[in-house]
């Protein structure tokens, strides 16, 4: 394959794993949305949905992936150059292309990487503020308790059934 074909089908490719990224995006913030109104029926259709989603990201970052890597090899760089350092060797347009494709792209990784921490430090929140309600409500069950050898050992308490909307 030539450069301009290599730059072109690397630009093509970038804008599809933007529009993954974005599209994935968009079901993270429905999902992050859906466990705050605690719709345990919404998250889980959005979770299911997000598979195929994830599985077509994996292929489409492999195919940007073996592009590049071919159009370093076509243009003689070396192992270790980054993408600005490949991208001053195309011609002006292929050139313009994936420059913004390459930024629209770290937008968008940077978007979703943003909603993805929302979503983590709420979850870890809501599980340390529970779990400090319960140690206070059921203070016999707080900390680890060991057995005679000095392993932990579960504690022996009545079943629990938690509301949902705690």
Same mark, same amino acid.
């Given at each position: $394959?030539?450069?301009?074909?290599?730059?072109? /089908?690397?630009?093509?490719? !970038?804008t %599809?794993?933007?529009n993954?990224l974005?599209?994935?995006?968009d079901?993270?913030e429905?999902?992050?949305?859906?466990?705050?109104e605690?719709k345990? @029926? @919404? !998250?889980?259709?959005?979770i299911?949905s997000?598979?195929?989603?994830?599985?077509?990201m994996? /292929? #489409? %970052?492999?195919?940007?992936?073996k592009t +590049?890597?071919t159009?370093?090899?076509?243009?003689?760089? =070396?192992?270790d150059?980054? +993408?600005y350092?490949?991208? !001053?060797?195309m011609? @002006? /347009?292929?050139?313009?292309?994936?420059?913004?494709?390459?930024r629209r $792209? =770290?937008?968008?990784?940077?978007?979703m990487? &943003?909603i993805?921490?929302g979503?983590?430090q709420?979850v870890?929140?809501?599980?340390e503020?529970?779990?400090? #309600?319960l140690? %206070?409500? +059921?203070?016999?069950?707080? &900390?680890?308790?060991y057995?005679?050898?000095?392993? %932990?050992?579960?504690?022996?308490?009545d079943? $629990?059934?938690?509301?949902?909307?705690l």
């Open positions: $394959m030539s450069i301009d074909t290599l730059s072109e /089908k690397l630009a093509n490719l !970038m %599809e794993e933007t993954l974005n599209s994935i995006s079901k993270e429905k999902l992050q949305k859906a466990l705050r605690n345990w @029926d @919404d !998250m889980e259709i959005i299911n997000l598979s195929p989603l994830s599985l077509k994996e /292929k #489409v %970052e492999a195919e940007r992936d +590049f890597n159009l370093k090899r076509e243009l003689n760089k =070396k192992e150059d980054g +993408f350092a490949v991208a !001053m060797h011609n @002006d /347009k292929n050139r313009e292309d994936c420059l913004g494709g390459y $792209m =770290k937008i968008a990784l940077l978007k990487q &943003g993805t921490a979503i983590d709420y870890r929140t809501v599980g503020t529970s779990r400090a #309600v140690e %206070e409500v +059921f203070p016999h069950r707080k &900390g680890r308790i057995s005679n050898r000095g392993c %932990e050992k579960p504690v022996q308490a079943p $629990m059934i938690l509301n949902r909307h």
